[in-house]
């Protein structure tokens, strides 16, 4: 989308279908140590490497709502943006996020609704070129 949008001025009569936003993290040991004292996910096959070793990734794996929460920051601050509430979500984990890999998350606008002010949203994680997280998103964007 144009880099002249300036989203913290957004209002919602300028959303439109095919807007898109995106947000890049690396996961680390401390976003997975940090999520787990958070959440109390403390399942071993995201704690323990002695653990993870034996299961069918070999090597400990990301809580999969970590990189789900990108979205929120992406919502709150980008799109829809500013005072916007997330109302609803769908999420199907398709491969699992490693340490050391590098996370972009997207929104793209797929529908408007005027008269609820809800937008809806294509939301997706991407980790070397795959998709890895696919969902939808909705969001309420109050009147300033």
Same mark, same amino acid.
């Given at each position: 989308?144009?880099?002249?949008?300036?989203?913290?001025?957004?209002?919602?009569? +300028?959303?439109?279908?095919?807007?898109?936003?995106?947000?890049?993290?690396?996961?680390t040991d401390c976003?997975?140590?940090?999520?787990?004292?958070?959440? /109390? +996910?403390?399942? #071993?096959?995201?704690?323990?490497?002695?653990?993870?070793?034996?299961?069918?990734?070999?090597?400990?794996?990301?809580?999969?709502?970590?990189?789900?929460?990108?979205?929120? /920051?992406?919502?709150?601050?980008k799109l829809p943006?500013? /005072?916007?509430?997330?109302? *609803?979500?769908?999420?199907?984990?398709?491969? #699992?996020?490693?340490?050391?890999?590098?996370?972009?998350?997207?929104?793209?606008?797929? +529908?408007?609704? #005027?008269?609820?002010?809800?937008?809806?949203?294509?939301?997706?994680?991407?980790?070397?070129?795959?998709?890895?997280?696919? /969902?939808? *998103?909705?969001?309420?964007?109050p009147k300033q």
């Amino acid at each position: 989308m144009s880099k002249l949008i300036n989203f913290d001025t957004l209002l919602f009569e +300028d959303i439109k279908r095919g807007m898109e936003v995106s947000y890049t993290q690396t996961i680390t040991d401390c976003d997975i140590k940090t999520f787990a004292g958070l959440s /109390g +996910d403390h399942n #071993p096959v995201h704690i323990s490497d002695e653990y993870a070793q034996n299961t069918r990734w070999e090597r400990r794996i990301a809580h999969g709502l970590i990189s789900v929460s990108f979205f929120s /920051g992406l919502m709150g601050t980008k799109l829809p943006g500013i /005072g916007c509430v997330w109302v *609803s979500q769908t999420i199907k984990f398709l491969k #699992p996020v490693y340490i050391g890999d590098t996370v972009t998350a997207k929104l793209i606008v797929t +529908d408007i609704d #005027p008269e609820r002010r809800r937008v809806f949203l294509q939301s997706i994680c991407i980790v070397k070129g795959e998709i890895v997280i696919d /969902g939808e *998103s909705e969001a309420f964007v109050p009147k300033q």
